[in-house]
């Protein structure tokens, strides 16, 4: 069964869509079959990967609105054992028409049923708004990555995330879990930084992936070329960053499938 991670924060630029592409292909890097979903609009996931616009490519929203299988959608990434399922501007519109649909808010969960066994890892890049889209998303996911910045009106803004998780979980998907929470744009030079990171540390505690993402001027301009920084630049920073937590995903599925059997090493 994949494991289906939610990047997600209701407030913007704190980097879920960076993290959803660099992880996404740093999990494929090290030999796990996963699945990019870009459930965003502004479809920034789609043009970080690679993909330019084409408006006769199907994308997310004829999954969610026409019913097209995934099977028909899904596209080879230029990383190996990456596959994306795009998305552009009508997912705009779809977020509207969900709204008089039956079952709205598990639509995505269903077309990702046919998937289960395909692939290890399967990463949906969340618009930065608590929207049907997004709750889609949360329905759909097995758990929940948050990236957080690290400035003095993140935790403010990931308990307000914490409380809405708590919410969904009541009501429309009990067995959701917090994958971790992930620090974004850290600057080891600055007090702030340094300081935002220790208070959240001891607020969340275990939650908070041991792995950083500093601020890092090749990983802002990846994006711009199509590319994840693990092949725009593997010596950078944020490419060691995403390393990093790639394997901790890895490692904490391991955990909870209790032997292993999902690694790499053991033909998954």
């Known amino acids: 069964m994949s494991r289906i991670i939610a990047i997600a924060n209701q407030k913007g630029g704190v980097g879920k869509t960076t993290t959803a592409v660099n992880l996404a292909a740093c999990l494929a890097i090290a030999e796990q079959p996963t699945l990019l979903v870009d459930c965003d609009s502004q479809a920034n996931a789609t043009a970080a990967i690679g993909f330019t616009k084409d408006p006769a ?131 080891e030079r600055t007090t702030l930084s340094r300081q935002v990171a220790t208070d959240l540390r001891s607020f969340f505690g275990t939650q908070i992936f041991q792995s950083v993402i500093p601020r890092n001027v090749r990983l802002a301009e990846a994006p711009s070329f199509g590319k994840p920084i693990i092949l725009y630049d593997i010596h950078s920073k944020g490419a060691e960053g995403y390393t990093q937590l790639a394997q901790e995903v890895i490692a904490n599925a391991e955990k909870r499938a209790g032997t292993g059997t999902r690694s790499a090493h053991s033909g998954a």
């Open 57 to 187: 490519r199907k994308t997310l929203y004829h999954t969610l609105i026409a019913g097209e299988p995934f099977e028909k959608i899904i596209q080879k990434s230029q990383v190996n054992r990456l596959d994306v399922v795009p998305a552009d501007k009508n997912l705009a519109g779809a977020a509207v028409e969900l709204v008089i649909a039956e079952n709205r808010e598990y639509k995505l969960q269903a077309a990702l049923k046919a998937l289960q066994e395909k692939y290890n890892f399967i990463i949906l890049d969340c618009p930065p708004a608590l929207d049907l889209l997004t709750l889609n998303a949360l329905v759909a996911a097995t758990a929940v990555l948050v990236p957080i910045q690290c400035e003095y009106l993140a935790l403010e803004g990931v308990s307000e995330l914490l409380d809405t998780l708590m919410r969904i979980r009541r009501t429309l998907n009990p067995s959701l879990e917090i994958e971790g929470i992930l620090l974004t744009m850290y600057d």
